[in-house]
């Protein structure tokens, strides 16, 4: 049973430009959950998602990121308009049911050059 | 505001000795706790975890503890070996499978 996927796994883009992290949970996880790691500090929450659903979005900044978790294909999390300080490591994570654990994928580094 | 909080930013243990790793919380809705473990250019990896209605969970090496009065939780991992070098974060939940709120993490590093 392969893990949870994200890609790529590192990315790089100018100012203005824009960003898509993508992530594929593991098989039979329908929850999706994506977390912001910034230098030296812990992961913070960004949003949680089901199937073609926003369940909480409470940690997304209000302006240029988006989020989606179609019926097809994986999740993704875009980035507008990218600013050097959306550098970042961006964790996916999944689970199969609200009452387990979640299980990380390895990171999509974003550097904003 | 930080919810959860790490106060140890490392820690350094011989192998074989045990390491105790702690973290506080602020937020008394919290209702379940776990540990990932981290290694540089990876994923956080599953540990362990304890629901509120525990005060003790045990798997192999690794042992969770918590004092809901106290608001605090440890890890301990016994005995330490060179591999468990690596970054841990402890983090917390309303409920299982909500989003998680992580600490900052604590640096182990276990010496040969």
């Known amino acids: 049973n392969a893990g949870v996927m994200q890609n790529p796994r590192h990315l790089v883009r100018r100012r203005g430009q824009e960003a898509r992290l993508r992530c594929s949970p593991m098989?039979?996880?329908?929850?999706v959950y994506w977390y912001r790691q910034l230098p030296e500090e812990g992961l913070k929450f960004m949003v949680y998602?089901?199937?073609?659903?926003?369940?909480?979005e409470s940690g997304m900044p209000k302006e240029r990121f988006s989020a989606e978790f179609p019926k097809e294909g994986p999740s993704i999390l875009r980035i507008q308009q990218v600013v050097r300080g959306d550098s970042a490591a961006y964790f996916c994570?999944?689970?199969?049911?609200?009452?387990?654990?979640?299980?990380f994928g390895p990171g999509t580094r974003l550097t904003v050059t | 505001d930080q919810q959860v909080k790490q106060n140890s930013p490392s820690l350094s243990v011989q192998e074989g000795r045990i390491s105790i790793l702690n973290c506080d919380y602020t937020?008394?809705?919290?209702?379940?706790f776990l540990w990932y473990k981290k290694y540089p250019a990876e994923g956080p990896t599953f540990l362990i975890s304890?629901?509120?209605?525990?005060d003790k969970n045990e798997d192999g090496r690794f042992t969770v503890f918590l004092n809901k009065s106290a608001k605090h939780l440890s890890l301990h991992i016994v005995p330490s070996q060179p591999g468990d070098s690596a970054v841990y974060f402890c983090?917390?939940?309303?409920?299982?499978?909500?989003?998680?709120?992580f600490g900052g993490g604590t640096r182990v590093l276990v010496k040969p």
């Open positions: 994570a999944s689970s199969p049911d609200i009452n387990y654990e979640q299980y």
């Open positions: 983090a917390a939940s309303v409920a299982a499978g909500n989003k998680l709120t």
């Open positions: 998602l089901q199937k073609e659903n926003i369940i909480d």
């Open positions: 304890i629901s509120s209605i525990k």
């Open positions: 098989k039979g996880h329908s929850h």
């Open positions: 937020n008394s809705m919290f209702d379940y």
